[in-house]
Every structure is written in C-alpha cells, then in structure tokens.
C-alpha cells in the first residue's frame, strides 16, 4: 500500500464526517498517530507477533509507571526542550540559564523555608559528602528577584529518589526555598550519585536491545516560578561523573555544570556566606 492510500484509509476510518461533536485537534493529531503507525507497519514489514509484542510492552511499560522513563529515553522529552527553545529564540527570548527536562520523579508540596533550606535528612550522613549550593533568581532584566520560588529535588547515595523508594523519608531531598530579600537561594544536601534505570524493567530492557545503557549523571532537579515570570525546568549536573556527557535522557547541557570546589575546613565555608554553616 502507498502512503498515500494508508492516508486516506486512516481518515475515513478516525475522521467522522457526520455532525457528531467532536475535537478537530484530537482528530487531526490522532489520524496522524495512526496512518505514521500504518506506514512504519508497511514499510518495516512489521509482523502482526511483533504488533501484539509491542502493544503488551507498552501495557507492561504503562502498569509498571515507566512510560515517564521510556520517554526520556527515547529522546522525546528533550526534542520538547528543543523545540522551547526553538519558540523563545523565535520569541526574540535569550540569555538565562538553560532549562533541560523534567523526568518522572517530582513530587509536589516539598516543605517550604525562606532563603535557606537543608535538604537531606541525615540518613547518609556518615558516607555522604556536604553539598552547598547558592545562587540568585534574576529576572529578564538581569535584576535580583526576591520572593522567586525555588523548588529542589535530587537523588540520595543509591541514585534513588524519596517517594519513588519506600527506604527514604518523605521528602528526603526535596525543598521549596523562596529567594531572599537580595534574590539568593542557599542550601545544604548531599552530593548525589546518579539515577539508573531499574534493571529488569521495561525501560531498561528496550535499552538493552538498542544496546544502550540507562545511566543518568548525577543531577540535582529545579523548578523556578515568580509571579509574572515562565516557569524555569532546569537541573545541574556534578562534575566529573563518568555519564556527564553520556546521559540516557540526554539532559547535559553547557551551563547547567557549575564549577564544584572542595572545601575541608570550616573556617573556609563560613566565608562562603552560608547561613546555617557546616554542622
Ligand atoms: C531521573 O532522575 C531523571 O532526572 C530523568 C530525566 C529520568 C529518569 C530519572
Ligand atoms: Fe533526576
């Protein structure tokens, strides 16, 4: 069958043309779906065993709460951030940091401080390194944004996220800092290890096949929202991990990976004007 031919079958079959209500947006995007679906099916010459095949992986993948992973995965969820991008560029938008995805793993209603929260719960004191972080919220202008909400979540040592891994506490490495009077958010945590994908699972085991690994950098995730403002999704990396340039969700980008310095003594972190000093 010609594309063509696979076209005009898909549409009378999705399309009615009766005077039925319907949504012109889901008709046109799922007759789309469909005849790129049909045409992948002749011109792969894909079996009706492998159709069924497909069909239970995403069914296993959807019960099994990884259609959120397979999506970055496959690239789809960074082909978003590419096209934002494209749309601010148009827009005339530029400048700020560099927003990259999301993923599957936020979790809303962390607990809220001003200026400086600590992030982690101490569970992993004893083989964690310290983390801070600072930094300040501007706006387009490149003027300090107080009162900016901040929101931060990250992995523990096991590159497990709290909620998703029933061992943590709930909210363990999750905040929302609201930005100071001089637009600063400040915090403790830990330093990450990075995420993989749960061996076994439906993500993982597609992977396998395009022989590819599911290892993320290790990561700390951020929203930023103010009144009046887009939303920011965006996440930095920590430097010197082996995946930083080879992340299977393929979120690095240039200026999400600031510069690390280790600092040993305490004399020295207090000159780096944090807050609630090292404890
Ligand atoms: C993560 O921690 C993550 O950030 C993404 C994008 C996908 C899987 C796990
Ligand atoms: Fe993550």
Same mark, same amino acid.
């Given at each position: $069958?010609?594309?063509?031919?696979?076209?005009?079958?898909?549409?009378?079959?999705?399309?009615?043309?009766?005077?039925?209500?319907?949504?012109?947006?889901?008709?046109?995007?799922?007759?789309?779906?469909?005849?790129? %679906?049909?045409?992948?099916?002749?011109?792969?010459?894909?079996?009706?065993?492998?159709?069924?095949?497909?069909?239970?992986?995403?069914?296993?993948?959807?019960?099994?709460?990884?259609?959120?992973?397979?999506?970055?995965?496959?690239?789809?969820?960074?082909? %978003?951030?590419?096209?934002?991008?494209?749309?601010?560029?148009?827009?005339?938008?530029?400048? /700020?940091?560099?927003?990259?995805?999301?993923?599957?793993?936020?979790?809303?209603?962390?607990?809220?401080?001003?200026?400086?929260?600590?992030?982690?719960?101490?569970?992993?004191?004893?083989?964690?390194?310290?983390?801070? $972080?600072?930094?300040?919220?501007?706006?387009?202008?490149?003027?300090?944004?107080?009162?900016?909400?901040?929101?931060?979540?990250?992995?523990?040592? $096991?590159?497990?996220?709290?909620?998703?891994?029933?061992?943590?506490?709930?909210?363990?490495?999750?905040?929302?800092?609201?930005?100071?009077?001089?637009?600063?958010?400040?915090?403790?945590?830990?330093?990450?290890?990075?995420? /993989?994908?749960?061996?076994?699972?439906?993500?993982?085991?597609? %992977?396998?096949?395009?022989?590819?690994?599911?290892?993320?950098?290790?990561?700390?995730?951020?929203?930023?929202?103010?009144?009046?403002?887009?939303?920011?999704?965006?996440?930095?990396?920590?430097?010197?991990?082996?995946?930083?340039?080879?992340?299977?969700?393929?979120?690095?980008?240039?200026?999400?990976?600031?510069?690390?310095?280790?600092?040993?003594?305490?004399?020295?972190?207090?000159?780096?004007?944090?807050?609630?000093?090292?404890?």
């Amino acid at each position: $069958m010609t594309h063509n031919d696979i076209d005009k079958l898909v549409k009378s079959w999705i399309i009615d043309t009766a005077t039925r209500p319907a949504n012109p947006r889901v008709q046109a995007v799922v007759a789309r779906l469909v005849a790129d %679906l049909c045409k992948a099916i002749e011109d792969l010459d894909i079996q009706p065993s492998e159709f069924w095949k497909g069909l239970e992986y995403l069914t296993n993948a959807g019960k099994a709460n990884e259609l959120g992973l397979l999506a970055p995965g496959l690239g789809l969820e960074r082909f %978003l951030d590419i096209r934002a991008d494209e749309a601010e560029a148009k827009a005339g938008l530029q400048g /700020g940091t560099p927003r990259t995805i999301e993923g599957p793993l936020y979790v809303a209603g962390a607990p809220e401080s001003q200026g400086f929260a600590r992030l982690d719960d101490g569970s992993e004191s004893a083989e964690a390194e310290v983390l801070f $972080m600072q930094g300040t919220v501007y706006d387009e202008a490149g003027k300090p944004l107080p009162g900016a909400k901040v929101e931060v979540w990250h992995a523990n040592l $096991m590159g497990n996220y709290s909620f998703f891994d029933s061992t943590q506490s709930h909210f363990n490495l999750r905040r929302t800092i609201f930005t100071d009077a001089q637009g600063r958010y400040q915090f403790r945590s830990i330093v990450p290890k990075g995420y /993989g994908c749960p061996p076994g699972g439906s993500t993982q085991t597609l %992977l396998d096949q395009l022989g590819r690994h599911g290892q993320r950098p290790a990561h700390i995730h951020f929203f930023v929202t103010a009144d009046g403002h887009r939303k920011l999704t965006t996440q930095i990396n920590i430097d010197g991990d082996e995946y930083l340039w080879d992340d299977f969700a393929f979120a690095s980008r240039e200026g999400l990976v600031p510069a690390v310095s280790k600092v040993t003594d305490a004399a020295a972190i207090a000159q780096k004007d944090l807050r609630q000093p090292y404890s």
